[in-house]
């Protein structure tokens, strides 16, 4: 096993070590929550009654244990959108839209490692293996390579008595492997540190790999067992969606891109106009007005009913007391005002039957 780290071969056998031998890298899911993810907090509050509601937060980030099944989904819509779209399609007309894998020769694995800081170079990965894929081809090759770090090891194979099959032929059986692996508290137990990349675009006809060359590909079969490209939308879906479920990146880098893009579909040379999604206006829980942000709703009920300007200024006290004392504002109203100014003092947040959704 490598330990890029310590620049040298090594076994490891015990427990701490083995982390040293993936250079930092874990999978997708395997890291830890952001900030305040999980939590309930204030977010909105009703228009009507003024009632304040919590959502769940999410960090949304790809390392944690409760929210890295959002970004895979989020990144593969994000992919698939650029990769269908109808402009992509046309600057690669006449080529087939493919999942390859993508591994350098073994033995060349320590010119990807820094010998300094001992981390390995992704970004170089990437490069030589689109100079290699390009010589392959008759043609620009665009879209987007994933990494990942690590295949299943022979513990693996052992405990789960599989044979040892050709990697990534079956998408669902090989979701089921990782989901296996993921559910390990030592998870990396079960896996190698192995960097391959996959590359889903657009490619012309590409010459065989040789031997003796310094990356080997792997073009792989579509749903009809042919090599002739992904057909069906809902298959790009299905490749993208697998391929990330298992990608991998540096611990302690949060902003690591696990995915690049290139060719014509690069970001320097190709820009797709999101469009704003319509949502639906949220309703209240209790009395079924309109939610609008709680501290914007606070901020309106203290100027209109109770002519008070920055209410945020004064203190929560005297705030509760001219609630209390005014005559003009209905007790239910009054009610719910009193308990948002409590959240603000900081008081726990109600029981989960007033949760929304996740923010």
């Known amino acids: 096993m490598i330990d890029v780290k310590q620049g040298k ?3 490891f056998t015990q427990g701490v070590e083995k982390s040293k031998s993936f250079s930092g890298f874990i999978l997708v899911g395997k890291g830890e929550k952001g900030e305040n993810c999980g939590e309930l907090i204030p977010v909105f509050s009703c228009q009507k009654c003024h009632k304040v509601h919590f959502v769940k937060k999410q960090c949304r980030q790809k390392s944690c244990p409760d929210c890295w ?25 006449g080529k087939r839209l493919v999942h390859l894998i993508i591994s350098p020769d073994p033995t060349r694995i320590w010119d990807y490692v820094d010998p300094v800081t001992g981390r390995f170079n992704v970004n170089l990965l990437v490069q030589e293996a689109l100079e290699y894929l390009s010589a392959k081809s008759n043609g620009e090759i665009s ?20 044979e040892m099959e050709e990697e990534d032929e079956n998408p669902e059986k ?13 998870w990396h137990d079960y896996v190698k540190f192995s960097p391959h990349l996959h590359f889903v675009g657009y490619v012309g006809w590409l010459q065989p790999p040789e031997e003796g060359e310094k ?5 792989l079969k579509n749903r009809e067992g042919k090599y002739s490209g992904i057909k069906d939308k809902r298959d790009v879906y299905a490749v993208v969606y697998y391929v990330l479920t298992h990608t991998g990146f540096p611990k302690d880098k949060k902003n690591f891109h696990c995915y690049v893009w290139v060719g014509n579909l690069s970001y320097n040379k190709f820009r797709v106009k999101r469009k704003k999604e319509k949502r639906e206006g949220l309703r209240c829980k209790v009395c079924g007005g309109y939610l609008t942000g709680w501290w914007k709703n606070l901020d309106s009920f203290f100027r209109n009913w109770l002519k008070i300007h920055k209410f945020w200024l004064f203190p929560i006290k005297w705030l509760k007391l001219h609630v209390l004392k005014a005559e003009n504002i209905p007790f239910q109203i009054k009610i719910n005002v009193l308990e948002a100014l409590d959240i603000l003092e900081g008081y726990k947040p109600p029981p989960d039957k007033l949760l929304l959704a996740h923010n």
């Open 9 to 11: 071969v090594i076994t």
């Open 215 to 219: 990356f080997v590909y792997k073009l």
């Open 174 to 186: 090989e979701l089921k492997k990782w989901e296996w692996i993921r559910s390990k508290p030592n």
């Open 143 to 162: 879209g987007v390579f994933i990494f990942h770090p690590f295949r299943p090891n022979e513990r693996y194979y052992e405990e789960r008595k599989e």
């Open 69 to 93: 099944e959002w970004w895979v989904t989020n990144t593969t819509r994000k992919i698939c959108s650029r990769l269908l779209h109808p402009k992509a399609r046309w600057l690669n007309r």
